[in-house]
């Protein structure tokens, strides 16, 4: 049994390599042609056959590499496949200028109703030149709007570090405040007087409100007093008003038969003029927040249940 695999080959007697040349073949003229794999890139129609090809179908293709045909420095690929139907050449290259594949010969590209409407954009028949200084425009306009938002740049970070300063404050206040609670620990002395619970700005906050909530009282405490001042005034016009119209002469005329009684009866005694006193200035307390707790009902005296007294 020979092996399978070969250590030695037979020369023959008159073997002479010198005669050995190597053949040399005409190189391939022309664009390179290599054979791959792809997926069909979008949905089309084959003009021979009427055949659908659906996006995503995998073909054994000769991909074409065209030297001059390129889009600004990019290589455009030909690529050449076959109807699954009636074998025949469907030819189809990349478009890089609208990242998208044009199809050439063949087949016809179905319509894709996630692309109407691009024949409207005028970027898509200007040339390089339009292109380039379309570019240039759009560069210059956005270095403009740099220098615009230059200000406002400026306060943003002017902001910034008015912040991180507050934060830096903050935090040498919290340090500051660690080291003297851990020096009163070591040293046994009481929290409160080295540490205050009310820092002075919140103290003079306090204070503040309070000066304004007294004034707001005395300005509402004023005002009720001038309100009772008026209606005992209003009350003391009216009585004597109502005085005078019974006294009139036209008022006993009025009576008819009872005239003579009319002149018979005194007349009645004027109203005791009320003295105005001033009213005494009331000072409400101010209003507090304090929790006032309740004191809770004693369900079981209400039904009736007698609480056992403790031993101990």
Known sequence: MSERKVLSKYYPPDFDPSKLGRSKAPKHAGPKVQTVRLMSPFS?????????????????????????????????????????????????????????????????RNTDPWKRGLGDDPTLNETIDERL?????????????????????????????????????????????????????????DLVEVVPLVSPEEEERRRQEAEDAEAARRAFAFARTQDRLEEMVEEEEWGSASGSVRDSPAAAGSNGGNGKDAELMPPPPPPPAKAVEKAPEVYAPPPTFKRVVKKKKDHAALLGIKKKTPLV
Not at 49 to 77: H, M, S, V, W
Not at 78 to 95: A, L, N, V
Not at 143 to 152: C, G, K, L, S
């Open 44 to 108: 089309m129609k084959c003009t021979s056959c009427g055949e659908y090809i659906y996006k995503g179908r995998k073909f054994n293709a000769r991909k074409e590499t065209p030297q001059d045909e390129k889009y600004l420095g990019i290589q455009i690929y030909r690529f050449y496949i076959r109807c699954t139907r009636c074998s025949g050449e469907i030819i189809f290259k990349t478009d890089p200028r609208n990242q998208d594949y044009v199809c050439e010969k063949g087949a016809k």
């Open 133 to 189: 200084d379309r570019l240039e425009r759009e560069q210059a306009d956005g270095e403009a709007d740099a220098e615009r938002n230059a200000m406002a740049e400026l306060e943003a970070k002017t902001a910034e570090a008015k912040t991180e300063m507050a934060v830096a404050d903050a935090l040498d206040e919290l340090r500051s405040r660690n080291a003297r609670i851990e020096k009163a620990k070591k040293e046994g002395v």
